[in-house]
């Protein structure tokens, strides 16, 4: 069974920046898989935001593009978003998880709120 595990959300300011961390565990060949992260504002569906290919090719959702550049670590079974110039309609809960179906259980995401 995979386990997620997102870190490094918070509250930040308008301009500000995060950097947010997904490990996974358990019996997987993480090298194998796209990953991606997604989020979930309050209300709305869970988008995708990013994914990054196994040989480290990336793509993002166009509202994201130039501020936030995700990247892995395959020896750490880790993939990272790092957010520059947030803006408030960035609040959400993020998660990582593959980029296909079937995807893993989903962890518990990382809270990001921006916020003056």
């Known amino acids: 069974q995979v386990q997620l595990v997102e870190s490094g959300g918070g509250l930040v300011q308008p301009g500000g920046s995060l950097r947010l961390s997904c490990a996974a565990s358990g019996s997987i060949w993480f090298t194998a898989y796209a990953m991606a992260w997604y989020r979930q504002a309050p209300g709305k569906q869970r988008e995708l935001v990013a994914d990054?290919?196994?040989?480290?090719?990336?793509n993002y959702v166009e509202s994201v593009k130039g501020r936030f550049t995700i990247s892995r670590d395959n020896a750490k079974n880790t993939v990272y978003l790092q957010m520059n110039s947030l803006k408030p309609e960035d609040t959400a809960v993020y998660y990582c998880n593959k980029r296909r179906e079937p995807v893993w259980n989903w962890g518990q995401g990382a809270q990001v709120t921006v916020s003056s």
């Open positions: 990054i290919s196994t040989g480290g090719v990336t």
